[in-house]
């Protein structure tokens, strides 16, 4: 075994939409960047595995009415400063990856629609994109500690490289960005394997302050017998109690009624006949994933009912995360700075759950700034 030994400006921990966001900005700015990945930077990860709705509203009317609605489904308690930015921001690193090739479908106008991603196109294009802005990848090597001076300024980070014989190895940089990911430890929700909470782990350890916790227990509801948690396809849903009696009022509004009987130890079942005949194929593309594990069980989710389950995401759904303490996405630890689902989303979510579409448009604009 030999021992990896880097000096860099700025080391990411996390290969995420967040994690490369954070990569590709902190290279265009000429620094030496190295980002360390548990997996396969462009592979590992929910985004990559299935991809997501994008909070991605443009400037006028449509943006104020949708941060105020946001506001106010948060219990007043994110910050409306902060959500501006992050959809301005979000809106233009869209518009850049459009620019670099990235395929969005049209809707019936001939406009391209930039409201969702596609994941493993995403994740493999963000992986390329750091390559060509000079950026150095580890890939399955996760770190195991944050490294500090003697004055308790975080300045690096060490771990082991999982394909090189459990080789340690260490990268002493100006500023860490810690892009781990939230933590859904152990729940089979679809690509969250690798979110253990180690990132959360290692800044608590050199004094990392947290905030939102409280809004951060999320499940989600999937077919009985998958880990595909796509809310978005949940809002044409109307769901059944074992009788066939109707849960609720369908749709996103029904989601907790669904939730409490299945708390309850009651079996719960959905269908998606909320969906219009005409947007079905387009539900079809824009998810693929979700529809996948039903289809090889025989059922036609708009026609025919399905048993769901209740999953456990965590923080990767839920709002909790390391506190941001700056607009540069600094944490109160000098030295550490925090992006996407490892920090806390209450400045954009308040108490609510930022779902696929706030926390994707946080990942973006939130490793921008770090």
Request: charged content about 20%; aromatic content about 8%; proline content about 5%.
């Amino acid at each position: 075994m030999s021992r990896l030994e880097i000096d860099a400006d700025v080391l990411v921990l996390g290969g995420g939409p967040a994690g490369t966001w954070a990569a590709l900005a902190a290279a265009r700015e000429g620094a030496r960047v190295v980002l360390a990945d548990k997996g396969y930077c462009g592979t590992s990860g929910p985004t990559a595995s299935g991809g997501n709705n994008l909070w991605n509203v443009p400037p006028g009317p449509a943006r104020e009415r949708s941060v105020q609605a946001r506001f106010e489904d948060g219990g007043r308690l994110s910050e409306p400063a902060w959500m501006y930015r992050v959809l301005e921001e979000t809106h233009q690193r869209v518009d850049e990856l459009a620019g670099a090739g990235y395929r969005f479908p049209s809707g019936d106008d001939g406009r391209e629609v930039r409201t969702s991603l596609q994941g493993p196109e995403y994740m493999r294009r963000m992986r390329r994109r750091v390559h060509r802005a000079g950026g150095t990848i580890l890939d399955h090597s996760p770190a195991l500690e944050l490294l500090t001076t003697g004055d308790a300024i975080v300045s690096g980070a060490a771990g082991l490289q999982r394909q090189n014989g459990y080789a340690p190895w260490s990268v002493r940089a100006g500023a860490v960005v810690v892009a781990t990911g939230g933590c859904a430890f152990l729940s089979g929700s679809f690509g969250t394997n690798v979110d253990t909470g180690d990132g959360l782990l290692m800044a608590a350890e050199v004094g990392a302050s947290f905030s939102g916790m409280e809004f951060s227990t999320a499940y989600a509801l999937a077919p009985a017998w998958s880990g595909h948690t796509k809310g978005l396809m949940m809002q044409f849903a109307t769901y059944y109690d074992a009788d066939g009696r109707t849960l609720g009022d369908g749709g996103f509004s029904a989601r907790g009624a669904a939730m409490a009987h299945l708390a309850a130890g009651r079996p719960v079942f959905a269908r998606l006949d909320r969906a219009r005949p005409d947007i079905r194929a387009a539900m079809r593309t824009s998810q693929p994933n979700y529809f996948l594990p039903l289809d090889k069980a025989g059922i036609d989710p708009f026609t025919q009912k399905y048993p769901v389950r209740a999953v456990l995401e965590g923080t990767v759904r839920g709002t909790g995360g390391i506190r941001v303490a700056g607009t540069d996405c600094a944490s109160d630890v000098p030295g550490l700075f925090v992006a996407g689902d490892a920090a806390t989303r209450e400045l954009v979510t308040g108490g609510r759950s930022g779902g696929g579409s706030h926390n994707g448009a946080w990942a973006i604009s939130s490793g921008t700034w770090a």
